[in-house]
């Protein structure tokens, strides 16, 4: 079983920046991909970025030069940078895990979800 643990969300100013983070346990991290969604308040959950094992990443369209997700497999974590955040970016944010090799932004393809993690940008 993978259990995942996000951390580092809040409340931020308009323009700020947020590192979020996940931790898995339970699984061997480094064969699997990562992925970030996220899910306003009366809208469906939505893609964020994610990566495979080998580092191939690929983030949506809205977060594109604001956001970044890494990995630190020493460290068996993932992140998301979020730079210049905007309203619209308030959400909660799910760290999702894949057994699948190569990177997805199908929420079907996910496996384990964590339970989120809100952040909120005040305008």
């Known amino acids: 079983q993978v259990q995942l643990v996000e951390s580092g969300g809040g409340l931020v100013q308009a323009g700020g920046s947020l590192r979020l983070s996940c931790a898995p346990s339970?699984?061997?991290?480094?064969?699997?991909?990562m992925g970030w969604f996220r899910q306003a308040p009366g809208k469906e959950r939505e893609f964020v970025a994610t990566?495979?094992?080998?580092?191939?990443?690929y983030t949506a369209i809205s977060v594109r030069g604001r956001y970044t997700i890494s990995r630190d497999n020493a460290k068996n974590t993932v992140y998301l940078q979020m730079n210049s955040l905007k309203p619209e970016d308030t959400a909660v944010y799910y760290c999702?895990?894949?057994?699948?090799?190569?990177?997805?932004?199908?929420?079907?393809?996910?496996?384990?979800w964590g339970q989120g993690t809100q952040v909120t940008v005040s305008s």
């Open positions: 999702a895990a894949s057994l699948s090799s190569t990177w997805s932004r199908s929420l079907d393809d996910y496996n384990y």
């Open positions: 990566m495979d094992w080998s580092g191939s990443s």
């Open positions: 339970g699984r061997t991290f480094s064969l699997a991909t």
